[in-house]
């Protein structure tokens, strides 16, 4: 096999009078190198699905410790001097005037609340969607305001949502409708102009709602905190306790306390108020140290929770005739009172195993002035005469 040699041109020997430098051999890939640009660099490497992927070289940065607006919620905390200077106050509202507002619109979405068998839960959340809505919004409609039964309304299907107790639009709109006209048993026709009024205005203000709650929608509720406070007392069983704790937090949704104290202080202080309207005593923990700081609470805040209780029931806006906070001033020895040391041995006779029953009914209790009594004495260490029961007297006067 013949091969076929590259062509070179003659060499041609040419004279010059200029110095010659040295000649270099010519090469043929030197000048070819000369030519070609620079490479680019090389894609990166495709990976087969049985290759494992390579990690990606990430430079990590100390992030932020970020939480939920349900644990710090500190825009919705306001100072008495805030909750006095509100929209709806600097338009002209007197604070007790004000106050009455408040509570009878919250009282309207327990109305309504009650006709839709929604849980007291979903009714305390849309409590504070209201309560909350007018820090940021005047409730005079001469001031470009909004009447607090719409806002009522609008809040109460908000709540629905958020905590899934969903109802229809129509089983709500005609439930306010009927508490609007004070008439549980009215008949409200879809096609007419009082539901189509009510439901507008619920769709309306639900946008302008969302708007001014920032979308902060998810609360903790002071009643779920409650329970767990009181199994970690271990008086979960003790029920006159746990039912006055309970309509303390009923009550607080009528007034402002939900924009002055986090849901954990209510509920130790509705702990505090029960035991001191039962003239209960609870327990210190194992370190002798008292209850409330066993659930991390602190004095103060737990004597301004029934001092803002006490206030709104002095004013009386609902013109109730029972006042359950009348004679219940509180202070630190009020609280102090509330222990049970160590070597004290007495115990709370609802939470106590041998404690007579009382066949479903409600116990009797004593007014907060009057303590109740549980030890088998009176106060100078004699002992005291129980009294006889009626039936027993009738038997023994019929033999």
Not at 164 to 179: D, G, P, Q, S, W
Not at 220 to 226: A, R
Request: proline share 9%; glycine share 4%.
């Amino acid at each position: 096999m013949t091969t076929v040699e590259r062509y070179r041109p003659p060499q041609l020997d040419l004279h010059s009078d200029a110095p010659s430098s040295p000649r270099r051999p010519h090469s043929s890939s030197n000048s070819i190198a000369r030519s070609i640009p620079p490479a680019v660099p090389s894609p990166p490497r495709l990976f087969t699905t049985t290759s494992p992927p390579r990690k990606p070289h990430i430079i990590t940065e100390p992030s932020p410790n970020f939480k939920m607006a349900a644990e710090e919620s500190s825009q919705w905390h306001f100072t008495e001097e805030e909750v006095l200077s509100a929209p709806s106050i600097m338009d002209g509202l007197s604070p007790q005037e004000e106050r009455c507002r408040r509570a009878k619109g919250v009282n309207f979405i327990i109305q309504a609340g009650i006709l839709l068998k929604l849980p007291q839960l979903t009714l305390a959340t849309a409590a504070v969607f209201f309560q909350r809505f007018y820090m940021r919004k005047s409730m005079v409609p001469e001031k470009m305001g909004v009447h607090h039964y719409n806002i009522a309304a609008t809040a109460l299907f908000l709540a629905t949502k958020t905590e899934e107790n969903c109802r229809k639009t129509k089983e709500i709109v005609i439930a306010v409708a009927k508490v609007a006209q004070k008439n549980a048993s009215l008949i409200i026709d879809d096609q007419s102009k009082e539901y189509w009024r009510w439901r507008d205005s619920i769709l309306l203000y639900e946008e302008i709602m969302l708007e001014l709650l920032t979308f902060d929608v998810v609360l903790q509720s002071p009643y779920t905190i409650l329970y767990d406070q009181l199994q970690k007392l271990q008086i979960e069983d003790n029920k006159p306790l746990r039912n006055v704790a309970w309509a303390f937090l009923n009550d607080s949704c009528l007034t402002t306390l939900s924009l002055r104290l986090p849901a954990k202080d209510i509920a130790i202080g509705a702990i505090y108020f029960a035991a001191k309207f039962l003239g209960d005593t609870i327990p210190d923990d194992e370190n002798g140290h008292p209850w409330w700081e066993l659930l991390g609470g602190e004095p103060g805040k737990i004597v301004r929770a029934v001092a803002v209780l006490s206030e709104f029931w002095s004013d009386n806006p609902l013109k109730r005739t029972e006042n359950p906070y009348g004679e219940s001033a509180s202070s630190g020895d009020d609280l102090d009172r509330t222990r049970r040391r160590g070597s004290d041995g007495s115990s709370m006779a609802a939470s106590s195993p041998d404690a007579p029953s009382t066949n479903g009914a409600e116990p009797r209790t004593e007014p907060p002035s009057s303590p109740i009594k549980r030890k088998n004495g009176d106060e100078n260490g004699g002992p005291v005469e129980e009294p006889v029961p009626k039936r027993l007297k009738s038997e023994e006067a019929s033999q």
